[in-house]
């Protein structure tokens, strides 16, 4: 097994040249890509077979992080985020200084800051969000572990993470709330 350091230096390389990771997060295994790449979110598109027209869940290392690419965060968020202890992916009205595929059509952006050490160092070291879908072609089921990955996926990324760094996913999907700039909720998923 590789060292956690030299996982990290490998994705960030892979992630700086543009290219897909196979990662594991704090909920299931991921394909991500930079955030703020469209050739890159491109090829996550492609990969999943899925249609562009759908948006992509990012994940950022803090709110500071998340300020960076949200026009303006509503008030709850930085509460909501706090007290979650669970999973949870919040949909901000607008995102900002991000891939333009990467967003919803109406301009809202899914962050989640993950509650994983090995995402976080990640995000950090690389310095801006990644992408974070589900490991798996469009309509297929989501892997809850590197094991259920089908082969097709672990062959088309750039780079894949070494599968006993998975041991802190729940191998459960977040929660998403969506919230609206006058604090609105909306529960997207529980």
């Known amino acids: 097994m ?7 230096d490998e994705a960030v390389k892979a992630l700086k ?9 704090d909920t299931i295994w991921g394909i991500g890509c930079d955030a703020t790449n469209e ?10 077979q899925r249609s562009d027209s759908k948006s992509l869940i990012i994940l950022a290392s803090d709110m500071d992080m998340v300020a960076r ?4 965060i509503p008030e709850m968020a930085v509460t909501v985020e706090s007290l979650s ?11 900002i200084n991000l891939a333009p595929n990467v967003t919803a059509e109406d301009g809202s952006i899914a962050i989640r ?26 309509g297929t089921p989501a892997p809850r572990r590197y094991a259920d990955i089908s082969d097709d996926v672990k062959k088309s990324v750039d780079c ?7 041991h802190n996913s729940t191998g459960k999907a977040s929660s998403i709330i969506k919230l609206g700039i006058y604090n609105e909720v909306q529960v997207i998923r529980e």
């Open 160 to 166: 894949a993470v070494d599968p006993a760094f998975e």
């Open 17 to 25: 040249a543009g290219g897909t990771l196979l990662y594991p997060t």
């Open 69 to 72: 690419y949200v026009r303006e």
């Open 113 to 138: 800051i993950p509650k994983c050490d090995f995402c976080i160092e990640l995000i950090r070291r690389f310095g801006r969000p990644i992408v974070s879908t589900s490991a798996n072609i469009s």
């Open 85 to 95: 202890d669970k999973p949870l992916t919040i949909i901000y009205p607008e995102g």
């Open 2 to 8: 590789k060292q956690r350091k030299e996982q990290i």
């Open 39 to 48: 050739d890159a979110v491109e090829k996550v598109f492609g990969l999943k």
